[in-house]
């Protein structure tokens, strides 16, 4: 069993009857998502809430019920994967372009946890270009603004023509090496006119899941709490 898969169906045993559950996006919660389909077979009550539409169809075929956001009182739990992963747990996110949902998705959620396998886990953000959702209109103003942050970018292209998200935008992967500050990135980021939402996700993780080649599995959860104490004893 590759290391995706290991630590995609160890992630849906944290889904408990009766929770909402934010589904993710890719190739390491794909192992989640059908894990739950064969728990719902097996009658576990869940509902989910996807993060793109490649999820909502996957869910589907797998006869997973699935409940509108803005029909969802409260979401449990949200589970995805990731792109890169730091010591702080902080993310990059985006590579599968389903950020602005799965942002949203992790935000509104009670618990936010992350699958990824080893080779996701790095010392210091940024050697995955960081993915940033910006709107068609003028998008190459908002391109040169962005790269006047210290980057640089290039369109997200779906054979010749631009990369279109399921919101309708675009996306520019970000080149930016090394991020030191991602709390202060993500913010002026999204504090450019025309740019939607970028994919670090800074301090938002709860729980993590790391499969490990040869079967193993690492996990560590209530991560948020342990940086924040670990924080206020130096
Ligand atoms: O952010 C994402 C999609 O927008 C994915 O979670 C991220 O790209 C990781 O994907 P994978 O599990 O396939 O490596």
């Given at each position: 069993?590759?290391?995706?898969?290991?630590?995609?169906?160890k992630?849906?045993?944290?889904?408990?009857?009766?929770?909402?559950?934010g589904?993710?996006?890719?190739?390491t919660?794909?192992?989640?998502?059908?894990?739950?389909?064969?728990?719902?077979k097996?009658?576990?009550?869940?509902?989910?809430?996807?993060?793109?539409?490649?999820?909502?169809?996957?869910?589907?075929s797998?006869g997973?019920?699935?409940?509108?956001?803005?029909?969802?009182?409260?979401?449990?739990?949200?589970?995805?994967?990731?792109?890169?992963?730091?010591?702080?747990?902080?993310?990059?996110?985006?590579?599968g372009?389903?950020?602005?949902?799965?942002?949203?998705?992790?935000?509104?959620?009670?618990?936010?946890?992350?699958?990824?396998?080893?080779?996701?886990?790095?010392?210091?953000?940024?050697s995955f270009?960081?993915?940033?959702?910006?709107?068609?209109?003028?998008?190459?103003?908002?391109?040169?603004?962005i790269?006047?942050?210290?980057?640089?970018?290039?369109?997200?292209?779906?054979?010749?023509?631009?990369?279109i998200?399921?919101?309708?935008?675009?996306?520019?992967?970000?080149?930016?090496?090394?991020?030191?500050?991602?709390?202060?990135?993500?913010?002026?980021?999204?504090?450019?006119?025309?740019?939607?939402?970028n994919?670090?996700?800074?301090?938002?993780?709860?729980?993590?899941?790391?499969?490990?080649?040869?079967?193993?599995v690492?996990?560590?959860?209530?991560?948020?709490?342990?940086?924040?104490?670990?924080?206020?004893?130096?």
């Amino acid at each position: 069993m590759d290391a995706k898969q290991i630590a995609g169906e160890k992630a849906a045993e944290y889904v408990k009857d009766e929770m909402v559950v934010g589904l993710g996006t890719g190739s390491t919660v794909y192992w989640t998502i059908v894990k739950l389909g064969q728990l719902v077979k097996n009658g576990l009550k869940m509902k989910g809430v996807p993060t793109s539409t490649k999820t909502e169809e996957l869910a589907r075929s797998l006869g997973i019920p699935l409940i509108d956001i803005n029909n969802a009182k409260k979401i449990d739990l949200a589970i995805d994967g990731a792109d890169e992963v730091d010591a702080e747990f902080n993310l990059i996110k985006g590579g599968g372009g389903a950020l602005l949902r799965e942002k949203m998705i992790a935000s509104l959620a009670e618990r936010f946890l992350v699958v990824v396998d080893e080779t996701k886990c790095v010392k210091t953000l940024g050697s995955f270009p960081l993915p940033v959702e910006i709107v068609p209109f003028g998008w190459q103003m908002t391109r040169n603004r962005i790269d006047g942050l210290g980057c640089e970018s290039k369109l997200r292209t779906a054979g010749r023509a631009p990369y279109i998200t399921d919101n309708g935008n675009f996306i520019l992967d970000c080149g930016f090496d090394e991020i030191h500050d991602a709390n202060g990135l993500n913010l002026e980021l999204n504090r450019i006119p025309g740019v939607v939402e970028n994919g670090l996700f800074v301090n938002m993780t709860d729980a993590i899941v790391i499969g490990r080649n040869r079967g193993k599995v690492e996990e560590c959860l209530f991560c948020r709490e342990r940086i924040q104490s670990s924080t206020h004893t130096k």
